[in-house]
């Protein structure tokens, strides 16, 4: 029967099978009485509540059943509700701009014609002329794919379009991140420019006369400039010393003698030997610094002459936030003593410490402080201090 329902189907119209189950003696208990019914299978599978058996039409099977909801679906690309992979947002826009970016693949030196752009932006800091250096986040431009650039300098470029045509860019921030050199349509339209645009070609219109701006290369305009004004260009400084002071220099200063025997075995080839001037350096280098005349007495007994220093904030606190130390010095014995301080007005209370100790010990009395005139040391109740106790500094 399936054979011949095939053969009588017609191959352009969808069809099922539908078995109702019958309950008539005559022709058994359980028997199905098959027909065909026309239309498409996702229908009538709904309509009738028995078995569906869909027939093909030669390229596979038609699944039957609810359509998938995507709403409560996980995307796992990013991880979130709504939509699956091949739909993701952010998968097809970092292809999009991945594919972007090999079709325009460009010279870093060559300048785009932006419409879209509200400044000028160069990414060479030595084509701007009287540039001035931006502060951190002094101005700070907002990219297409929503990123901030912070510019480094803002300055002056002088573009040469043609021999009668020169465009000068004010206020041009340099932005070294950038891969293409930016101009800002609107900013020339305000100063006066006009613009056409025909067969994939810019034009500058100035006094009647088109003349040729840009031309569109990977879907940008690019600007056919003729020079930049300002262009840095890597020169050789020529020195202008003599061929024998220059190995003279380089061999370490070595003696006449010394490089006259290398001429000599032919390691080095000088004409001029015998005009070898007097070299500065050496000169400085054999000179000797005269004798002190004076020299330091040191204090005749202990306590008669103390050094203060104090030395912080340091880098690395020590174990119980101390950033400081203070030193004290006997002028006599050489013998010091050393405190850790957390602030650096804690001089005062460690010098009291210090006295305490000292003068105990000793059986002598501190007479005079030497100290570095710091502020440390310059407080009133220092001061007072040290002239209550009878103490010179």
């Not at 350096?281 to 040191?298: H, Y």
């Amino acid at each position: 029967m399936l054979v011949q329902c095939e053969a009588t189907t017609k191959k352009s119209e969808p069809s099922v099978l539908v078995g109702e189950a019958s309950t008539s003696k005559a022709k058994g208990k359980g028997a199905k009485h098959w027909k065909r019914k026309k239309g498409k299978a996702k229908a009538a599978a709904s309509a009738m509540s028995a078995p569906v058996a869909p027939v093909g039409m030669g390229k596979g099977k038609e699944k039957v059943g609810s359509k998938p909801n995507k709403a409560n679906d996980v995307c796992i690309h990013c991880r979130e509700k709504g939509h699956w992979k091949r739909e993701c947002p952010k998968l097809l826009f970092n292809a999009g701009t991945f594919v972007i970016e090999v079709n325009m693949i460009t010279n870093s030196a060559s300048w785009v014609l932006d419409t879209g752009c509200g400044a000028h932006i160069c990414n060479d800091l030595q084509v701007l002329e009287r540039s001035r250096k931006l502060s951190r986040d002094e101005v700070v431009l907002k990219l297409g794919d929503g990123k901030a650039v912070a510019a480094e300098a803002v300055g002056i470029v002088h573009l040469v379009v043609s021999d009668q045509v020169r465009i000068e860019l004010k206020d041009c921030y340099y932005v070294p991140s950038m891969i293409k050199n930016i101009i800002s349509i609107s900013l020339l339209d305000n100063v006066g420019f006009e613009f056409m645009i025909n067969k994939n070609y810019f034009y500058l219109m100035k006094n009647g006369y088109s003349h040729l701006l840009g031309k569109l290369h990977n879907g940008l305009y690019i600007l056919q400039q003729h020079d930049l004004i300002m262009t840095a260009q890597n020169k050789c400084k020529m020195d202008n010393q003599e061929n024998a002071q220059i190995w003279h220099a380089r061999l370490g200063h070595i003696s006449q003698d010394r490089i006259k025997r290398l001429v000599d075995t032919k390691s080095l080839e000088i004409d001029d030997l015998d005009h070898l001037p007097a070299c500065e350096s050496c000169l400085k280098g054999k000179m000797t610094n005269k004798p002190f005349v004076g020299q330091t007495t040191l204090a005749s007994d202990l306590l008669d002459l103390i050094h203060l220093d104090v030395c912080g904030p340091l880098n690395t606190q020590a174990r119980g936030g101390f950033s400081y130390f203070i030193t004290f010095t006997d002028d006599h014995s050489r013998y010091g003593y050393v405190y850790l301080m957390r602030y650096k007005y804690e001089a005062f209370e460690r010098f009291k410490e210090f006295r305490l100790e000292v003068e105990n010990q000793t059986g002598r009395k501190i007479k005079t402080l030497r100290l570095d005139r710091g502020g440390e040391y310059l407080s009133g109740e220092f001061l007072d201090y040290l002239e209550e106790n009878g103490i010179l500094s």
